[in-house]
């Protein structure tokens, strides 16, 4: 987690350097303006367990509702708030416990708190260069299940919380009337620990299994689409470092 909170910090820095670069050129917008929408996020993300280097996916669908403000020309802050649920795709073997399990298909779900900072610092002709810093925690829930023995009774409970943060760095395309495009490098950043605990009789033992992200540099492309007189809507996906297709529409106050 130290290391999520250091690149959080480092994102948070680039973002005022290019605010303070950005407010050599303009001054600051004489109202705020708001917009509010919904979006919702599959993703698959490659991990790796940190102590015994195994390697598996987390599955995740996220929905959420987002408020944006606009700080000025050049920086946006959003405010993200909503449900996820999340399983390993592989089965997670549990040896060390006083019955060792395998974990399989067991789904969590978790309340998702989230911001990001996006900026448009640069433009020419139809084309603009665009930014977007974002971290969201994953707020664990308790996961109940009872473990079938012979002679005794036994539960396992399973709580899976993580970080989540990228950086993403696009080009957009202006040209066409009603949609833009955009194609671009993006680091995402994912760190989680995963508790198992078991009680069996009188014997309760807690496990802690920590796993990060296994490849943090990938790419996306999306298209942003604008209607009616304050709609937009997106539709991006990524890839390489992982794979995730996610969409959303935002309204303009």
Do not use: C
Request: charged share 20%.
């Amino acid at each position: 987690m130290d290391a999520m909170k250091k690149i959080f910090f480092l994102i948070i820095l680039v973002f005022l350097i290019i605010q303070l670069f950005s407010a050599e050129l303009s001054d600051l917008s004489p109202g705020v303006d708001f917009s509010g929408g919904f979006r919702a996020v599959y993703s698959d993300t490659g991990i790796i367990f940190t102590e015994s280097d195994e390697k598996n996916s987390l599955i995740a669908m996220i929905t959420a509702l987002e408020v944006d403000v606009e700080i000025s020309d050049y920086l946006i802050v959003g405010i993200i708030a909503g449900y996820n649920w999340n399983h390993f795709l592989n089965s997670l073997p549990v040896i060390s416990l006083p019955l060792s399990l395998e974990i399989n298909g067991i789904t969590s779900n978790s309340m998702i708190f989230g911001i990001n900072l996006k900026s448009e610092f640069f433009s020419s002709g139809d084309f603009s260069l665009f930014a977007k810093a974002e971290f969201i925690y994953f707020k664990r829930f308790s996961q109940e299940s009872e473990i079938p023995l012979s002679i005794v009774t036994g539960t396992s409970v399973t709580k899976n919380s993580f970080y989540q943060g990228g950086l993403d760095l696009v080009l957009k395309y202006h040209g066409f009337r009603d949609f833009d495009l955009y194609l671009g490098p993006q680091l995402n950043l994912l760190d989680g620990n995963f508790f198992v605990s078991e009680t069996i009789e009188d014997i309760s033992e807690e496990v802690e299994l920590k796993y990060r992200q296994k490849n943090i540099l990938g790419a996306l492309g999306g298209m942003a689409i604008e209607f009616g007189l304050n709609w937009e809507a997106y539709l991006e996906i990524s890839f390489f470092s992982r794979f995730s297709i996610g969409a959303g529409i935002f309204y303009a106050f």
